[in-house]
């Protein structure tokens, strides 16, 4: 029993870090993928790259300090967080950081495009986000269900935008 009670104790008052990255090659040309994160990061609805059935993001600016409002859809309801742009150099990289309230209690997020010489980027998403104890189920659903989906649509509508841009409609 003291066992449990010492454990207990020890998550209680713990805090931890979940580090995270994700790494996804495109044929599109990092200012094409710039241009479409900006699109979704104003107002992911009018987004074809953001997978809007796992969140929506809105913002006034896609600048340094600017507020992004993340409506997180979950299978146990919906949740509103906010983060902000920490830094951010145009065409290349953007960190957006949690503001208070947010599931997370800390942590940063950066999204870096990297050209390729063959005219495509690499995507990288890297992130690290800290949580304490009371916050272990959010936790867990963001490792288990909501990043891994996120990347999986996120991808797939990327597929889906590469097809279009390299097979656009013929005009008739």
């Given at each position: 029993m003291e066992i449990l009670q010492d454990l207990?104790?020890?998550?209680?008052?713990?805090?931890?870090?979940?580090?995270f990255h994700a790494?996804?090659?495109?044929?599109?040309?990092?200012?094409?993928?710039w241009r479409q994160l900006e699109i979704a990061l104003r107002d992911s609805r009018s987004s074809d790259l953001w997978p809007n059935r796992l969140?929506?993001?809105?913002?006034?600016?896609?600048e340094p300090h600017a507020v992004l409002e993340v409506k997180y859809k979950t299978p146990?309801?919906?949740r509103i967080v906010y983060?902000?742009?920490?830094?951010?150099?145009?065409?290349?990289?953007?960190?957006?950081?949690?503001?208070?309230?947010?599931?997370?209690?800390?942590?940063?997020?950066?999204?870096?495009?990297?050209a390729t010489k063959e005219g495509g980027c690499i995507i990288d998403w890297t992130g690290e986000y800290r949580f304490e104890a009371s916050q272990i189920?959010?936790?867990?659903a963001f490792r288990l269900y909501y990043k891994p989906a996120f990347f999986a649509q996120f991808e797939k509508k990327l597929r889906l935008l590469e097809a279009?841009?390299?097979?656009p409609p013929s005009k008739t």
């Amino acid at each position: 029993m003291e066992i449990l009670q010492d454990l207990h104790s020890h998550l209680s008052s713990a805090s931890w870090r979940m580090p995270f990255h994700a790494r996804i090659s495109t044929r599109l040309s990092s200012s094409e993928v710039w241009r479409q994160l900006e699109i979704a990061l104003r107002d992911s609805r009018s987004s074809d790259l953001w997978p809007n059935r796992l969140s929506e993001i809105r913002s006034d600016a896609v600048e340094p300090h600017a507020v992004l409002e993340v409506k997180y859809k979950t299978p146990a309801g919906v949740r509103i967080v906010y983060d902000k742009i920490v830094d951010y150099e145009k065409g290349r990289r953007l960190t957006y950081a949690p503001l208070k309230g947010h599931v997370f209690t800390a942590g940063a997020v950066t999204i870096t495009l990297t050209a390729t010489k063959e005219g495509g980027c690499i995507i990288d998403w890297t992130g690290e986000y800290r949580f304490e104890a009371s916050q272990i189920w959010a936790a867990l659903a963001f490792r288990l269900y909501y990043k891994p989906a996120f990347f999986a649509q996120f991808e797939k509508k990327l597929r889906l935008l590469e097809a279009r841009v390299s097979n656009p409609p013929s005009k008739t």
